[in-house]
């Protein structure tokens, strides 16, 4: 796999292997890891924990469910690439805290038109399967399809990864 453009945006659905795709697009070097999730239950410490062993000691980790922009205001440069892990937990965090997920997403958008450095955002799809049957299952779900598309529109390169192989959706190389 070859260096990360200034912005990359990789997609997917749970398990298709996005994570470990984005982690390989800058694996021979130190990055930094920004992680989203946040631990409320055994199962997702040890989710996290996994994630962790298999990132392996070059990386570096900084935990931020929510500044998700300003964060990577003050740690983009231009000689380490950033990993942001994921957008989907962000704005689960952003609902859960009731904060404006629109705004957010304007800010984050701000923040990546001109990175101070290589970033890698991973995402997931969710508009490919039912209709949620309640509120803010759609909600979420239209929220996490226009963050998606507003992140497509100005990042460099949007890969879409199903069944732990790579589609590119977009290259401005």
């Not at 040890?46 to 990132?55: A, F, K, V």
């Not at 805290?97 to 890698?120: F, H, I, K, Q, Y």
């Not at 949620?132 to 497509?152: I, K, M, S």
């Amino acid at each position: 796999m070859t260096s990360p453009h200034p912005t990359t945006l990789v997609l997917g659905g749970a398990r298709s292997g996005k994570s470990s795709y984005a982690e390989a697009l800058m694996a021979d070097r130190p990055a930094l890891y920004v992680a989203t999730g946040q631990a409320f239950d055994d199962e997702m410490h040890d989710r996290i924990r996994l994630h962790t062993d298999r990132r392996g000691p070059h990386w570096t980790t900084i935990e931020e469910p929510l500044e998700l922009s300003a964060t990577l205001d003050r740690v983009l440069m231009p000689d380490r690439p950033v990993l942001v892990d994921c957008l989907t937990l962000w704005i689960s965090n952003l609902m859960h805290a009731e904060r404006d997920v629109d705004a957010e997403t304007g800010r984050l958008c701000e923040v990546l038109a001109e990175p101070a450095g290589p970033v890698v955002l991973v995402s997931n799809e969710v508009g490919l399967g039912l209709v949620p049957d309640n509120r803010l299952a759609r909600e979420f779900r239209d929220h996490q399809g226009r963050v998606n598309q507003r992140l497509a529109q100005i990042c460099r390169r949007v890969v879409f990864v199903a069944a732990g192989l790579p589609l590119m959706l977009k290259d401005e190389s």
